[in-house]
């Protein structure tokens, strides 16, 4: 069903008619799913969390940091290529990712060192945030405080825009 719906659509793939089973016809070899817990549940281990990663997931943490560096110094660094190195001109390059307009300027400094300053509090948001966001839910606190921690940061970002407009516009 996933590769239907990855070429589909999730519609498609459920309004699929059924094949009937057959009477004594398993359908799987595995086990039915175990039922899912009650809401809040997941809070009562509160060292849950810093259990050591198990294999696979370490796995798929390496492959995610693999991952998200290539793509951080793509998007931080393919505009400022595109400029600098190919001559295209500032709205070109910066249309393939938006990175040559925001820093490009004098009150930001040297744009290459600008645009991975830049980068880096983008990305360490991608960390702060699911950290953060974790933690809290894990906490008494709940999802509520997790998404209360997403708001804020938002908010923070307001305010630091517009900080950041009154000093390169003065």
Do not use: C, K
Not at 112 to 139: C, K, N, R, Y
């Amino acid at each position: 069903m996933p590769s239907l719906a990855a070429a589909t659509s999730w519609r498609t793939t459920l309004a699929r008619p059924r094949r009937p089973r057959r009477p004594g016809h398993r359908r799987s070899s595995r086990p039915a799913a175990a039922p899912r817990p009650a809401p809040g549940a997941h809070r009562q281990n509160p060292h849950a969390a810093r259990a050591r990663p198990n294999r696979a997931a370490r796995r798929l943490i390496v492959y995610s940091l693999g991952v998200g560096t290539g793509l951080a110094a793509l998007n931080t660094y393919l505009p400022l290529h595109a400029h600098e190195e190919l001559g295209l001109g500032e709205r070109a390059s910066g249309a393939l990712i938006a990175a040559v307009g925001v820093v490009r300027g004098t009150a930001f400094g040297a744009t290459g060192h600008a645009s991975a300053l830049v980068s880096m509090g983008f990305f360490g948001g991608f960390v702060v945030g699911p950290l953060g966001f974790g933690l809290i839910a894990d906490s008494p606190a709940g999802y509520l405080g997790g998404w209360a921690l997403a708001g804020g940061a938002f908010l923070m970002s307001v305010l630091s825009a517009l900080m950041v407009r009154r000093a390169v516009t003065a």
